[in-house]
């Protein structure tokens, strides 16, 4: 059993979007959106700031394969796009409900849409028909909201963290240092590999077995060694014990509700859950054992992951074998907690130049004494 530094942070501790809770939690505080499009998940966050964070007041969740095929085509297929299509106008209903227009809404596209040839067509298309600009964003930025957005899962004992964000139609990866009180990201890549394209390139055998998940976890560690990212300084500390991986995804969070044997997914006791590679490595053999039939009727992975979260385990068991670390913790947020957290942050910046400028003025103003 984890320590009690490992153990899952307290519902009450924070909010469903994995900032800390205020006691003034901002209830008449202005609204917030964040819609992520990926290649296999529909995501929509809507939020007030805390003072320690946001609030979560809506969510919305729904697998649509929009990247199904594109790794054979190269092109989004009509079936999928409609299936998108049909999620978004759903987010911009709920939007709408909660009167949010314009530039509280943050709502980006990623993997599918920048690899496909028709994405830009199929980006406007959802423009006129929800209203919804979907701004497609680069693998680097993915990167770095996925970071923002699972900050306060860092240990602050730690020296170093490996945040890896598996998505569907790729994976990215960011390593930070310890930097005085903070962490400072120092390298950086992005995958081609996620849990749709890895599994559409290993079709899953009638009779799977070993060395089909090892063809998988070969795949991808190829990919990783591609990326060229070597620290000698980086290296000692995960080789010395002194740094844990984050792991964000639908595939990291199905791992832990397996280990966890949970009869339905809980987030309270899987957002901020520390693993060890063991473990990790226990639940994806627990998986494997139980074939497709039984890893549907799981109710932590349903029939819509059933054939995608062995692809998210062999991804995440080959970056533990090229980066060697005993310590996972599991992030059930991400990219969108990320996108909210820098919209507030630049919002609350003028109202701070204000303030800052009214006390100068009246300490200018101020007689002497």
């Not at 007030?48 to 790794?71: A, K, N, Q, T, Y």
Request: glycine share 12%; hydrophobic share 40%; proline share 5%.
């Amino acid at each position: 059993m984890p320590d009690t530094a490992g153990a899952p942070l307290r519902r009450d501790d924070r909010s469903r979007g994995g900032a800390p809770r205020s006691r003034s939690s901002g209830r008449d505080g202005p609204l917030y959106g964040a819609l992520d499009l990926g290649t296999n998940n529909c995501r929509l966050l809507i939020a007030r700031p805390s003072r320690d964070g946001f609030r979560v007041v809506d969510s919305f969740s729904r697998i649509v394969r929009l990247g199904e095929g594109l790794s054979r085509t190269g092109r989004l297929d009509p079936a999928a796009m409609d299936r998108a299509y049909e999620a978004l106008a759903q987010c911009a209903e709920r939007l709408a409900r909660r009167g949010l227009t314009g530039g509280r809404i943050s709502a980006v596209a990623t993997q599918a849409c920048r690899a496909a040839d028709n994405g830009a067509d199929f980006i406007e298309r959802v423009r006129k028909g929800t209203g919804l600009n979907l701004r497609v964003i680069d693998p680097k930025e993915e990167a770095r909201l996925a970071v923002q957005g699972c900050l306060n899962l860092f240990d602050p004992r730690t020296e170093a963290v490996l945040v890896i964000d598996v998505g569907g139609g790729s994976t990215e990866m960011s390593w930070l240092k310890r930097a005085g009180e903070g962490f400072h990201t120092i390298a950086w890549m992005s995958a081609p590999l996620g849990v749709v394209t890895l599994a559409e390139r290993h079709p899953e055998p009638a009779a799977s077995g070993l060395d089909w998940y090892e063809a998988m976890v070969a795949d991808m560690a190829a990919a990783v060694r591609a990326g060229g990212i070597e620290d000698a300084s980086l290296r000692r500390l995960f080789d010395d014990g002194k740094a844990h991986l984050v792991g964000t995804s639908g595939a990291i969070t199905s791992l832990a509700g397996i280990h966890l044997g949970l009869r339905r997914y809980q987030r309270d006791l899987v957002d901020g859950l520390w693993m060890t590679s063991g473990q990790c490595r226990d639940a994806a053999d627990r998986l494997m054992a139980l074939g497709p039939r039984g890893r549907a009727a799981e109710p932590c992975i349903g029939p819509d992951r059933a054939d995608l979260v062995l692809a998210g385990a062999a991804i995440l068991e080959a970056v533990q074998r090229i980066w060697p670390c005993e310590r996972v913790r599991v992030a059930d947020r991400g990219l969108r907690e990320g996108l909210l957290l820098q919209r507030m942050k630049q919002d609350s910046k003028p109202r701070r130049r204000r303030r800052q400028g009214r006390r100068q003025a009246a300490g200018a103003a101020a007689p002497e004494t």
